[in-house]
T-cell receptor
Framework: QQQVKQSPQSLIVQKGGIPIINCAYE??????FPWYQQFPGKGPALLIA?????SEKKEGRFTISFNKSAKQFSLHIMDSQPGDSATYFC????????????FGEGTQLTVNP | NAGVMQNPRHLVRRRGQEARLRCSPM?????VYWYRQLPEEGLKFMVY????????ESGMPKERFSAEFPKEGPSILRIQQVVRGDSAAYFC???????????FGPGTRLTVL
């Protein structure tokens, strides 16, 4: 019940494409959903986050779509660039009972020039 | 404001030795979290500490692993009698208060020979 399922495992797009990464969760007590970007040899860095009271959040080229009834959320990267090539992790947090983040398995994104 | 510092960045140990990983949180942050990332997997929560207190250690293996965050100095994750299965990247994150964004360090990559 604490798991977060992420797909696809890997994704290759051309420059300018719109990669979409999906996550699903079971625990309805989750109330904070961040996305992290990780480059090889580096720690994860927060990209964008959403709470269940909104269905969409946009920051620059990154958009989170959130479907509370389906318990799913997704990351869209508009006008993707080779510099976006990284591993992306979705996560979920149950703020009322603890501060731990539960991470998805990760998606390795490659944006070809 | 320096980010989360972790050292060493790379650590090689032989089976049966002890591994000691250090984490200095960002200035002003009193909440520290440790996560483990096995190869090709997402990050898994291990332990959450505040100064001098372990708040949640539900993700820590019952044996050989311990963590502390003393009043002065960095947080320490200690792994006694390491085994090959302990080989992983260990990430520390910090936040200024509960339910705030977690900032990750660059990680310590532990290799057990």
């Amino acid at each position: 019940q604490q798991q977060v399922k992420q797909s696809p495992q890997s994704l290759i797009v051309q420059k300018g494409g719109i990669p979409i990464i999906n996550c699903a969760y079971e625990n309805t007590a989750f109330d904070y959903f961040p996305w992290y970007q990780q480059f090889p040899g580096k720690g994860p860095a927060l990209l964008i986050a959403i709470r269940p009271d909104v269905s969409e959040k946009k920051e620059g080229r990154f958009t989170i779509s959130f479907n509370k009834s389906a318990k799913q959320f997704s990351l869209h990267i508009m006008d993707s660039q080779p510099g976006d090539s990284a591993t992306y992790f979705c996560a979920a947090q149950e703020e009322t009972s603890g501060s731990r983040l539960t991470f998805g398995e990760g998606t390795q994104l490659t944006v070809n020039p | 404001n320096a980010g989360v510092m972790q050292n060493p960045r790379h650590l090689v140990r032989r089976r049966g030795q002890e591994a000691r990983l250090r984490c200095s949180p960002m200035k002003g942050h009193s909440h520290v979290y440790w996560y483990r990332q096995l190869p090709e997997e997402g990050l898994k929560f291990m332990v959450y500490l505040q100064k001098e207190n372990i708040i949640d250690e539900s993700g820590m293996p019952k044996e050989r692993f311990s963590a502390e965050f003393p009043k002065e100095g960095p947080s320490i994750l200690r792994i006694q009698q390491v085994v090959r299965g302990d080989s992983a990247a260990y990430f520390c994150a910090s936040s200024p208060r509960l339910y705030n964004e977690q900032f990750f360090g660059p990680g310590t990559r532990l290799t057990v020979l």
